[in-house]
């Protein structure tokens, strides 16, 4: 994908995964609370994993990888593909991947608040706040480790990527 192209496609994307989502985020209304609390879990899990993702291209260097694509190492190819391309793959896994997730995993929020405030008689205001608060505590604190982490295994990281993207044959 070309970079100049980045920006009108991003729009698009983002557009199509939000949709997908809070298509995929309202089938989950009226699923057991402990479903739609691991339902939560998961998506704050992708955001801080794509997150990583991002923040490890940034940080990695191509270089590092050459050695590894000389030898014909699985992976390695990929993982220069997606170092030479740090801007694009950090935005659509920080950016698009990353808020996406963040607006998912608050309207899950919505549903569980309201899901518990009925089921308990709780206070809305209350527990809308509360859950709030903990899918917001996760994700940042997440995130906040998650991008130490990227930084110091940055490499390791990126390779783990190319590996994947080589078995699933992704371009």
């Known amino acids: 994908m070309k970079k100049s192209n980045w920006t009108y496609k991003v729009f698009f994307i983002t557009f199509l995964l939000a949709a997908l989502f809070t298509i995929i985020t309202n089938l989950f209304t009226n699923v ?4 739609l609390t691991f339902v939560i879990t998961i998506v704050i899990l992708i955001g801080i994993l794509f997150d990583m ?5 940034l940080t990695s260097k191509e270089e590092n990888f050459h050695a590894r694509a000389s ?10 593909s997606l170092l030479k391309n740090a801007s694009i793959v950090a935005s659509f896994c920080n950016d698009v ?8 995993s608050g309207g899950l929020g919505t549903t569980l608040a309201i899901t518990l ?25 997440g995130k906040a480790i998650g991008k130490n982490i990227a930084i110091k295994k940055s490499d390791n990281l990126i390779f783990y990527v190319g590996k994947l993207k080589s078995l699933l044959k992704i371009q």
């Open 53 to 57: 993702i991002g923040v490890a291209t």
């Open 97 to 104: 991947v990353g808020d996406v997730c963040g607006i998912v």
């Open 32 to 35: 057991g609370i402990i479903i």
């Open 117 to 141: 405030a009925t089921k308990y008689n709780i206070n809305v205001i209350l527990i809308t706040t509360l859950v709030a608060a903990l899918i917001s505590a996760l994700t940042v604190g």
């Open 71 to 80: 030898k014909k190492q699985k992976g390695a190819k990929e993982s220069i």
